[in-house]
């Protein structure tokens, strides 16, 4: 465990950068027909063309994306003015301004990039697909190496100094921008994707889209914050005292600030970085090398190999046995089916929605409970509150979740390949 905390999740790091910057370079010809296709719609219009447009491709205005781009781009330079304003960097008035408009613009720039990684994907193949960490991190980096040259002149790097953890606060930052520019974007595809099977116009789904993006806004920092005063998360804690056991873990982001940190502290271990990378390629290769010219059922995907390589076992451990699950569920499913002929109800795309619904249902259960029990451990200041049995229980309870585990495995098996007509 101290390897893996220590070295391993660096070479997790350089994969999930190259998984990235590979979903960037695949998607520069979509990226370019759309943005292509929008500015000509507006040419058009200038020039008092008639512009057909049916009403089901009737976006929100391209001019008016842009002003509103625009209008937020504000508080995001004030942010970042504040962050750094806080930090007395030892730099003349001209540099800091640059560095805040820098900061702005390159925010802006790779949010728009990551947004358009992460819709993308996301219609394409769902948002299991979207590489956000892989985004983020590779924005990090990007800007905390532009900022070393931007300030290198000016500024000592090395250690934890005031100077470098504020500049990695505001790098974490930025990443913040763009993982919820990704993550935003594939939840708005989805959205946009199912209005567009069922006919609804686009733009009127947008609005809406604006609408619930202000609410939950307005209601997911109040709800953070619960949960780390409840909690306590990624082994940071609001008081003296805290369980760690009960801290919520939170890997993504331990690992951004480890790096942002890592980058202006000189810790960063570069040669990891680049055999992650290197990983990276390889699975590239032999995904399309040799997996896709056999027309393999079961590809290998850079993020999946990367997330495996860096979060923790108790992490990774229910996806594998969710994996094992649908896999002897598929295979059961297609040896009846060979074995009854034509004749036998082709259910598997309808079996498989039905675990996915169930599983769904789980995740939203399992999020909505915490943050339940997060409201009376806040107010108490104790996460043992509401607790009915003593240390003592710790094996029995271990027992029965086990159990209670190996149960909803084998209801998920069931959905998996049972008849349905």
Not at 32 to 50: D, P, V
Not at 114 to 123: E, F, K
Not at 130 to 136: A, K, Q, R, V, W
Not at 157 to 164: D, I, L
């Amino acid at each position: 465990m101290a390897v893996r905390t220590s070295k391993l999740r660096y070479i997790g790091v350089g994969t999930m950068i190259f998984g990235g910057l590979y979903a960037l370079f695949s998607l520069i010809g979509p990226i370019r027909t759309a943005i292509a296709s929008s500015f000509a719609a507006i040419q058009k219009s200038r020039l008092g063309l008639a512009v057909t447009m049916v009403r089901t491709d009737h976006d929100i205005p391209m001019t008016t994306v842009l002003l509103f781009v625009i209008a937020l781009s504000v508080p995001v330079f004030i942010i970042f003015h504040n962050v750094l304003g806080a930090a007395d960097l030892p730099i003349t008035s001209a540099l800091y301004w640059i560095t805040v408009t820098f900061l702005t613009l390159f925010s802006l720039l790779i949010g728009f990039i990551g947004a358009s990684i992460g819709g993308y994907m996301a219609g394409i193949v769902g948002s299991s697909a979207n590489p956000i960490s892989g985004i983020t991190i590779g924005a990090i980096l990007a800007v905390s190496a532009a900022l070393l040259v931007l300030l290198g002149g000016e500024i000592s790097f090395g250690g934890e100094t005031k100077e470098s953890l504020s500049l990695a606060a505001t790098v974490i930052m930025i990443g913040g921008v763009v993982a919820t520019a990704a993550a935003l974007s594939c939840d708005n595809l989805q959205d946009l994707k199912a209005g567009y099977i069922l006919g609804a116009t686009p733009w009127k789904q947008q609005v809406c889209l604006i609408v619930g993006v202000i609410a939950g806004a307005c209601v997911i920092a109040p709800i953070l914050q619960l949960l780390y005063e409840a909690y306590g998360i990624g082994g940071r804690f609001p008081r003296l005292g805290m369980d760690p056991a009960h801290a919520l873990a939170a890997p993504q982001a331990t690992l951004m600030a480890s790096v942002a940190e890592g980058v202006f502290s000189n810790a960063l271990d570069w040669p990891l970085v680049f055999l992650g990378v290197g990983v990276g390629l390889g699975i590239v290769v032999i995904d399309r090398g040799i997996l896709g010219p056999m027309k393999a059922e079961y590809r290998l995907s850079v993020m999946a190999v990367a997330l495996g390589i860096y979060l923790p076992i108790e992490v990774i451990m229910p996806l594998v046995i969710g994996g094992t699950v649908n896999f002897f569920a598929r295979l059961h499913l297609k040896s009846q089916q060979s074995r009854h002929g034509e004749n036998y109800p082709r259910v598997e795309a309808s079996t498989e929605r039905q675990g996915l619904l169930f599983a769904s249902g789980l995740i939203a259960g399992d999020a909505l409970v915490g943050i339940i029990l997060a409201i009376p451990f806040a107010v108490y200041q104790s996460t043992t509150i509401l607790a009915l049995v003593g240390p003592s229980f710790k094996e029995t309870a271990t027992t029965l979740s086990v159990v209670t585990f190996a149960a909803v495995a084998c209801y998920l098996y069931r959905l998996g390949y049972r008849e349905k007509v």
